[in-house]
């Protein structure tokens, strides 16, 4: 069974920093990866979706990539911000089942101004 | 942009009310999903409807129904709702076609039930 694993848990850093997340899955087998954000009692917001096929997406400050054969994804924030504080929660999409998406348990992300 | 709207940010119930949950979606998108998103146990999937009257059972299905009757919109439905069911429920969408398939949520539902 797929499983996907965000470390950290949460991440504290100053307002400027560059800073990586990192999303891990245990089956290569995806069609695709999504990164999204969610602020506390709100519910998701896609940041960047990278297909099986490609290796990375970028928008704005953010760069996604995906390495699929060693299972790992980063999300790669540029001069972090205190707005960009939220948690960040990746999910892949199985190539086995269509419907199924396994969610990783997030990174708590704290920029302090 | 796409758009999911969930008709109810906050509910609060009684123990052994008929609850419904509903949410629109306005890309013409075949999937629609409702998790639950607890502290500690991350999203679960209830249920997900890929077309119109038809649905499949998720991970934690036990308690709750949905309903499909029109393409843009996905109900849940707690029979008789009790306090375990007190959570913040998420509604999603997504096209059919399996290249972009990207996933689009609303902005959640927080139940409590009393």
């Known amino acids: 069974k797929q499983e996907v694993t965000q470390i950290p848990a949460a991440l504290s850093v100053p307002e400027g920093e560059n800073l990586v997340l990192n999303c891990s899955f245990t089956d290569s087998a995806i069609y695709n990866l999504q990164w999204f954000r969610q602020d506390p009692g709100k519910g998701l917001t896609s940041l960047l979706l990278?297909?099986?096929?490609?290796r990375e997406q970028t928008s704005g400050r953010l760069n996604a990539s995906l390495d699929k054969s060693s299972g790992r994804s980063t999300l790669y924030i540029a001069a972090s911000q205190p707005g960009d504080s939220a948690t960040y929660l990746c999910?892949?999409?199985?190539?086995?089942?269509?419907?199924?998406?396994?969610f990783g348990s997030g990174t708590k992300l704290n920029v302090k101004p | 942009d796409v758009k999911v709207t969930q008709s109810s940010r906050y509910l609060v119930k009684r123990t052994g009310e008929k609850v419904f949950l509903e949410c629109v979606q306005d890309?013409?998108?075949?999937?629609m999903f409702w998790y639950r998103q607890d502290p500690g146990l991350g999203l679960r999937l209830i249920y997900f409807?890929?077309?119109?009257?038809?649905?499949e059972k998720g991970d934690i299905p036990e308690g709750y129904s949905v309903s499909r009757e029109k393409k843009e919109r996905f109900s849940l439905i707690l029979e008789s709702a009790s306090t375990n069911q007190t959570s913040m429920y998420l509604c999603?969408?997504?096209?059919?076609?399996?290249?972009?398939?990207?996933?689009?949520f609303g902005e959640g539902s927080r139940l409590t039930v009393l």
């Open positions: 409807s890929y077309d119109v009257k038809m649905k």
């Open positions: 890309m013409d998108h075949e999937n």
């Open positions: 999910a892949v999409r199985g190539e086995d089942n269509f419907n199924k998406f396994y």
């Open positions: 999603a969408s997504s096209p059919g076609t399996p290249y972009t398939g990207e996933l689009f």
């Open positions: 990278i297909q099986s096929s490609q």
